[in-house]
Every structure is written in structure tokens, then in C-alpha cells.
């Protein structure tokens, strides 16, 4: 298989209508806030493995992970406990730093094109360091291309994307991320730590939100 395809992840096609809940367990308050599970949790799991093992294959002895909050975070987590294990059970050990960086990029379930950095937006701290950037959702990618310009002004030795989503939009970021979990259309989907003003991120599935959560929880 060649790289482009790898890189691209697991295609879910436009049609796919998601497993229903009746098959799965899930936080019993969200029963009328979600349409179906999109993305079961072991699916999940089993790409995020397969995912760490092509950063080991990438880079050298070291990486600084920047964590992007709050979407990221269980991908993350997942992830850097991933390489973790893949390194005690070879002879190969990446030793992983990780950061954090807040970003402000949704409204309700619309994305804004600014970069809003919460916090400090010194990353000094990646000079001359390879870096793997962690995010959740990657669409149009505005968000992601202003993020990477930021992070480049600090000189680090290399930069790589990691998505867990990738979702097809018009002008959809493909070439701005190395490693994608999933390309997905374009719906809003919550769990795994992908929140709608801020609920939901306690789904350990990735789900469709329904029209009635939307409204529920809209701010």
C-alpha cells in the first residue's frame, strides 16, 4: 500500500450512517443527543496504535509533542502511551516530551479562522526539537496553517501533523497532515474528548450529534 493512501487513514464514505446506540454503552444522559455511534472506541484504539507505530518509524530518538487543548487531549494521551509501549517492546525507544497549547477555534458547531493561542504563545521551547503536532480535527485547516507558521517562527528542526480526523470539505487540508486517523464528511461529531460547548467529551465513542443535542446544549 503506498504511502498517500496510509496517510489519508480510514476513509468513511459520505453514506455511512453510523452503528446504532442499542449496540454499544455510552453516558445514558445523552440517549436523545446523539444520532448513532460514528466511530466505536476500539476502532478508535486500534488506529491510534497504528498510528504510533508510523511516528516511530519517523523520527529519531526524541520528539516534543505539541498537544493541542481540549479536543487533542485523549488522542494524545492514547498516542504517547502507544509509543510507550511500542518502545519497550522493541529496540527502538522515542523519548517523548509532551506540551500543551489551547486553541479557541469553534463556536457552537461553527469553525472561525483566527488563532486564538489561550495562554502563553512563547514555544521557545521547540527550538532546534522535532516536533509532532497533536489535534483532534483538521478541516479546512486555516486554524492548523496558522498554527504551524506560528510554531515554525520558533526554528524547530522538523514539524509533523498528526489528526485523528480529517474531514472532507470544500478545499479540505489534506497535504497540511502526515498522519490521519479517519477522513470523515463533514458532519459535527462529539466524543473522545471532541466536545460541543463543552459537553460530550466524557463519549468514549466518536458520535453524530442530533438536531435535539444542538439545541440542548447550544450557547
Not at 80 to 107: D, H
Not at 119 to 140: H, M, N, Q, Y
Not at 165 to 189: C, Q, S, W
Request: hydrophobic fraction near 40%; charge should be negative; aromatic fraction near 10%.
Amino acid at each position: 500500500m503506498d504511502n498517500a493512501v496510509m496517510k489519508r487513514g480510514i476513509v468513511i464514505k459520505d453514506d455511512w450512517p453510523g452503528y446504532s446506540l442499542d449496540l454499544f454503552t455510552y453516558p445514558e444522559h445523552y440517549h436523545e443527543d446523539i444520532e448513532s455511534v460514528y466511530i466505536p472506541h476500539g476502532v478508535i484504539m486500534d488506529r491510534v496504535e497504528r498510528l504510533a507505530r508510523y511516528v516511530m518509524d519517523d523520527f529519531g530518538d526524541n520528539l516534543t509533542v505539541l498537544c493541542v487543548l481540549k479536543g487533542g487531549y485523549k488522542f494524545c494521551s492514547d498516542l504517547v502511551e502507544f509509543i510507550k509501549v511500542l518502545g519497550r517492546n522493541s529496540n527502538k525507544y522515542l523519548e517523548t516530551r509532551v506540551e500543551f497549547i489551547r486553541l479557541k477555534s469553534y463556536l457552537n458547531d461553527q469553525s472561525t479562522e483566527e488563532l486564538h493561542i489561550i495562554g502563553s504563545r512563547d514555544l521557545s521551547f521547540l527550538r532546534g526539537k522535532s516536533v509532532l503536532i497533536v489535534e483532534a480535527i483538521v478541516d479546512t485547516g486555516k486554524t492548523m496553517k496558522a498554527l504551524l507558521q506560528h510554531v515554525e517562527t520558533f526554528e524547530p528542526k522538523m514539524v509533523k501533523v498528526a489528526g485523528l480526523l480529517v474531514k472532507r470539505v470544500p478545499n479540505m487540508a489534506e497535504n497540511l497532515t502526515d498522519y490521519v486517523g479517519f477522513e470523515i464528511p463533514n458532519h459535527f461529531v462529539v466524543g473522545y474528548a471532541l466536545d460541543y460547548n463543552e459537553y460530550f467529551r466524557d463519549l468514549n465513542h466518536i458520535c453524530v450529534i442530533s438536531e435535539t443535542g444542538k439545541m440542548k446544549y447550544k450557547v
